[in-house]
Nanobody, 123 residues
Framework: QVRFVESGGGLVQPGGSLRLSCLIS????????TGWYRQAPGRQRELVAA???????HYTDAVKGRFTIARDNPRSKMYLEMNRLNTDDTAVYYC?????????????????WGQGAQVTVSS
């Protein structure tokens, strides 16, 4: 059974930065693409960024140029570096399986969701 533990969230002022970490445990093979999702209050969960085992990344338009996703396969970890944060980025961030457009990784069927990491951008 695959489990995800997100960490690194917090309160930051607009324009600030945060780095989220995701520890992936369980029987996960390096063949799966993974990604970061977020859910703001009253909104549906959305994919923010995804990455293949080989490092090919995809970003939603709202975070392009500001967020960077990275993956450490041997350590079963994934990261999301978030810069120039704004209030629209306030949400709970989750990691899970993801699909990466333009690649063979098209299966985004999620495993069990973790508790997520709260990111609050406020002055």
């Amino acid at each position: 059974q695959v489990r995800f533990v997100e960490s690194g969230g917090g309160l930051v002022q607009p324009g600030g930065s945060l780095r989220l970490s995701c520890l992936i445990s369980g029987n996960i093979r390096a063949a799966y693409a993974t990604g970061w999702y977020r859910q703001a209050p009253g909104r549906q969960r959305e994919l923010v960024a995804a990455i293949t085992p080989g490092g090919q990344a995809h970003y939603t338009d709202a975070v392009k140029g500001r967020f960077t996703i990275a993956r450490d396969n041997p350590r079963s970890k994934m990261y999301l570096e978030m810069n120039r944060l704004n209030t629209d980025d306030t949400a709970v961030y989750y990691c899970n399986r993801a699909a990466v457009p333009g690649t063979f990784y098209t299966d985004a069927t999620p495993w069990a969701w973790g508790q997520g990491a709260q990111v609050t951008v406020s002055s």
